[in-house]
């Protein structure tokens, strides 16, 4: 049962294992972001963090750091730890060998393999075990959501990503949109590319820019899986993003309107193409999600266009929207917003953010809402 810190100086202690837990974004999918901090006698003897999916658990990380004995110390983990063999071997049997006496957990683990097993494990190793909640919970959890989306429901989490223009606009009614954000937020929106697991467009997006949808950033730890929803299968084999595979994976999300020469042609040509079924997009939207969780996919920045995140959004699949807002305006009646779709017949039916931030970069506004918490 969660409780209510004791001291500020615990909470000290596991706002630091987030911390060093946030060192790994975007490089230990399909795992969690994990920290931890041992202390004894008042004293850090030993800290660390989970690098990458088949290295050491933080929770390892710490105790192979630690300067002295960890017997009798404390650990404080952002994550509950685990109790099973994966690529590693389970983190409770490491604090029980180590003789920790106490274990401080900042959030839950929701998956099947977890959720509170090692926290009994340890207590009934005699080891005290507390599991907090308050504002240092809640910042461990929203640290780690693609995971627990997907721990919960078998689908990524969604991040919409747009640009639009001060009266609403994310192209002229010629449709140009070169470019309505500036070069400061363009890099910003590559390194979200490199932290998430997917990177998602329509088949209108692909044909009219020919993206190769890859992270342009120094020192990049890998390119996100490139995704095209693409009813009728219309990608061109000779496409960049096809031709480029050596680079990054492709999937093409199809619907039962793409013929078979079609998904066979772009099967051949390497892209790992998936057929989903449904009564309308938004319902082969959430399908695409499923089939896309089932292959690890657990964060996925969808990028465009209106009508894409239209299917999304009626799909009740959004779960995070970044907005840049450029300081021009565009004007004009056939000029596009940044999402289609049914939409809401009621404002007071249409999704409200649970949480906003707002940052200026360059000349743009970045406006981060957050709409669902996992």
Known sequence: MAQTLGTERDAGHLRR???????????????????AVIVKDGRVIGEGFHAAAGLPHAERVALGACSQD??????????????HTGRTPPCTDAIVEARIKR????????????????LGILRDEGISVEMVDG???????????????????????????TAM???????????????????????????????????????????ADDPLLTARVEAVPR?????????????????????????????????????????????SAGADVITVAGENEAARVRAALHELGSRDVQSLLLEGGPHLAGAFLDA??????RVFIAPIV?????????????????????????????EEIGDDALITARLTEW
């Open 223 to 267: 390119q996100p899986r490139r995704v095209i929803f693409d009813s009728e299968g219309r990608l061109p084999l000779r496409s960049s993003l096809l031709r480029s595979l050596d680079e990054a994976p492709v999937i093409v999300i199809c619907s039962r309107a793409a013929s078979r020469t079609r998904t066979q042609a772009l099967s």
């Open 165 to 207: 223009t001060l009266d609403g606009k994310v192209a002229t009614s010629t449709g140009d949109s070169r470019w309505i954000s500036g070069e400061a937020s363009r890099a910003r929106a590559h390194r979200w590319r490199a932290e998430l697991d997917a990177v998602a467009v329509g088949i209108g997006t692909a044909l």
């Open 135 to 161: 504002d240092v919970a809640a910042a461990a959890r929203l640290i780690n959501q693609p995971f627990r989306k997907h721990a919960r429901t078998g689908r990524p989490l969604v991040v919409m990503k």
């Open 316 to 321: 009740g699949e959004v779960d995070e929207m």
């Open 70 to 83: 960890p017997a009798g110390a404390t650990m404080y983990v952002s994550l509950e730890p685990c109790c």
């Open 17 to 35: 294992a987030i911390e060093l837990a946030r060192e790994a974004r975007g490089m230990t999918s399909p795992n969690p972001l994990v920290g």
């Open 103 to 118: 274990v401080v957990v900042a959030s839950d683990d929701p998956s099947d393999e977890a959720s509170g097993r090692g």
């Open 330 to 358: 565009a004007g004009g009646r056939q000029a596009r917003s940044p999402i289609e779709g049914q939409g809401f017949q009621l404002i007071g039916a249409a999704r409200r953010a649970l949480a906003r931030e707002v």
